[in-house]
């Protein structure tokens, strides 16, 4: 009896060594499916005008690096103003929609706010009903938004579920802090800025990084309300010079500097243009995946 009691769970045993050379041989091939296009998309972009003739395409065998494709990206083209804008677009409209997401969830996660009731209500609403394109695009038409940077910012502004969850941590959160708060005349924005968010980082750095992600990522609202090319962001650049195939060194999407002079070939342009693409989204990701379970799991499973 004192044996059964001295064996560890199941759960607990340590797998044996077939099993677990299954399991890491599985997740070995699944890493090398996902990494592999990427390898390729990455020494497309370095390889030499030779390399992507020999290859036929995409080069999987590298055969000489260059970072021509990078040099005539960036020597002032239509790439170089739309990682700007799309830059400018990202930090902005983070702000924007952070900024908006945490004021209606701090107060809609207040039972006795203004109009609580109907205005969760009209939140919840969206999730079932969207405004269609069409008339959003008249709206933003009659707003004057039409080849202005914030129709890239304002349609999108607040996301629904972003505002559900945030809502969800900030009821879950101890009351008792905010009443005493109170009772020693600190009034809502104290309570919010001194006392909530500190609590809220988790939540806060996820939400943002959703926004942060969503805008970098976005070129849907720039088909439909961005007619300069002048402003086009980054991932409809993406999508004209890779997607559509249209040749980027006989055109204006490389700078002044490089016209008349040896450029890289143009697909190698073209997965330059995905991997800078890429790039930042990689880098963010990590920095604030330790906040992913803390900050989305709770926020959502306990509300």
Known sequence: MSTLFQDRPVWAERPALPSRLAKNTVLVGIAAVVLFPLYVVVLTSLSTASAVNAAGGLVVVPDGLSFQAYADLFSGGVVTRAVLVSLGVTLVGTAVSLGATILAAYGLSRPGSLWHRPLLFAVLLTFLFAPGMIPLYLLVSDLGLIDSYWSLILPTAVNAFNL??????????????GDSARVDGANEWTILTRLVLPMSKGVTAVIGLFYAVGYWNAFF??????????KWPLQLVLRQYVQQG?????????????????????????????????VPVMFIYPLVQKHFTKGVIIGAVKG
Do not use: C, K, W
């Open 164 to 177: 559900v969850v945030m809502r969800a941590f900030f009821m879950n959160l101890p009351q008792e802090i």
């Open 221 to 230: 609202n720039a088909v439909l309300y961005i007619n300069d090319n002048s």
């Open 246 to 278: 249209q040749q980027i060194s006989s055109s204006s999407a490389v700078g002044d500097a490089v016209q008349g002079t040896a450029s890289a070939p143009n697909l190698a342009i073209q997965m330059a243009i995905v991997v800078v693409a890429l």
